[in-house]
């Protein structure tokens, strides 16, 4: 029996190599889908982030100077698109209460008289005399705010805005 010199049998069979090829292989692409699926949410968390904060600028400084009546606006915050919708709230209020009287009739009647009669003095009629009638109007404010790949961030709010009829 003869043996082989130890220096023919050092090193890796064949085999050997191509199993440590296919796990490096394995490992490879594993490690490769991991890296894509971190890197796609970190865009997805920096756009809705981008979104969050022209969200939270339009309701917290925008929206009075923005929304005054019913209808719908849009525009651009820093590159990311935005709309905003206002509708109105029809709400069923009761009447308001007569107005009391403390003084006595002739009391108030000398008031308006004398109120007439400084107005016609000034050269206004009785009717620009009025203060005007105003009114205050509920409306439903929806922000949409365009969140990159992803749904649009949507935040909903109310606000009373003043309607001054003359």
């Known amino acids: 029996m003869s043996r082989a010199p130890r220096a023919a049998r050092a090193g890796f069979t064949l085999i050997e190599t191509l199993v440590a090829l296919v796990v490096f292989s394995v490992v490879a ?10 890197r796609l949410g970190l865009e997805r968390t920096r756009d809705t982030l981008a979104a969050e904060q022209v969200a939270r600028s339009l309701v917290e400084t925008d929206l009075d100077r923005l929304v005054r009546a019913p209808g719908e606006q849009s525009g651009e915050t820093n590159g990311v698109g935005w709309t905003i919708l206002a509708e109105p709230i029809d709400l069923p209020l009761p009447p308001a209460p007569p107005p009391t009287r403390t003084p006595t009739a002739q009391q108030t009647d000398a008031q308006a008289l004398a109120g007439a009669a400084q107005g016609a003095a000034n050269g206004q009629s009785p009717a620009q005399q009025q203060q005007p009638d105003i009114q205050w109007r509920l409306l439903k404010v929806t922000v949409s705010v365009q969140n990159g790949r992803a749904r649009p961030l949507r935040v909903q709010t109310l606000r009373v805005v003043k309607d001054v009829s003359q």
């Not at 692409?29 to 971190?38: C, D, Y």
């Open 29 to 38: 692409v594993v490690a490769e889908r991991g890296i894509v699926s971190v």
